[in-house]
């Protein structure tokens, strides 16, 4: 069965500072990830999907089958990074199994 | 584009009642899933529609159920609330394609609290 987990519920760093947030998976198949992210008082929204390659507000992510992760990065983190972030892997169906989430909070 | 729209915002509900709610998706697509989001569980996958269709479902009860009609717009009944159905019920639509996935695209939620 598919799982995704994200080991940090609540990351603090500083403005300016890099910053990771982690992703590990389980799944049989070939996986498609995403990250999604959910900013206060607004919906949840797609960041990046890893078929893409593509960096969306200074984050990449890269995804690594040998260790069946995906984490997101940023070199420096913004104030406005502060949010919700959650990884994802779909399936058939459009079942995203969706991990906990990592609250990220970027101090001045 | 408008977005995902879902209604209504806020439900109150008493247990043993039934409730409906609402979601439309963007214009052009065809795929609508259902959600269902608690502090404690996060999100969890009740059901997919695509073209009127039931494609997959997650795992709960019988007294989740859904539908979805020709102008894609879905609805998802729970019938005999109980109060652990209080949660925060997601409506996404997408294209449906995949693989690869298409992304879902989210509605800001229909906020139910069972008494």
């Known amino acids: 069965a598919q799982r995704v987990t994200q080991p940090e519920k609540l990351l603090s760093v500083f403005k300016g500072a890099p910053v990771e947030l982690k992703c590990n998976y389980s799944?049989?198949?070939?996986?498609?990830l995403f990250w999604y992210v959910q900013y206060s008082r607004q919906r949840l929204q797609l960041l990046l999907r890893?078929?893409s390659r593509e960096s969306i507000k200074g984050f990449t992510a890269d995804l690594n089958k040998g260790e069946t992760s995906f984490h997101l990065k940023k070199p420096f983190a913004q104030e406005e990074d502060s949010a919700m972030y959650y990884c994802a892997l779909p399936s058939y169906g459009q079942n995203f199994v969706f991990g906990p989430g990592t609250r990220l909070s970027v101090l001045p | 584009k408008a977005g995902v729209t879902q209604t209504p915002r806020y439900l109150i509900k008493t247990r043993g009642q039934q409730v409906t709610l609402s979601c439309s998706p963007i214009?052009?697509?065809?795929?609508v899933s259902w959600y269902q989001q608690t502090p404690g569980q996060g999100l969890q996958f009740l059901f997919e529609?695509?073209?009127?269709?039931?494609?997959n479902k997650g795992n709960f009860p019988g007294r989740f159920s859904g539908r979805q009609f020709s102008n894609s717009r879905s609805e998802m009944n729970v019938s005999t609330l109980e109060l652990g159905d209080s949660a925060l019920y997601l409506c996404a639509s997408s294209t449906g394609g995949g693989p690869p996935y298409s992304p879902l695209h989210f509605g800001n939620g229909t906020r139910l609290t069972v008494t």
């Open positions: 799944y049989s198949g070939s996986p498609e």
């Open positions: 214009s052009g697509h065809r795929s």
């Open positions: 890893h078929i």
């Open positions: 529609y695509f073209s009127e269709t039931q494609r």
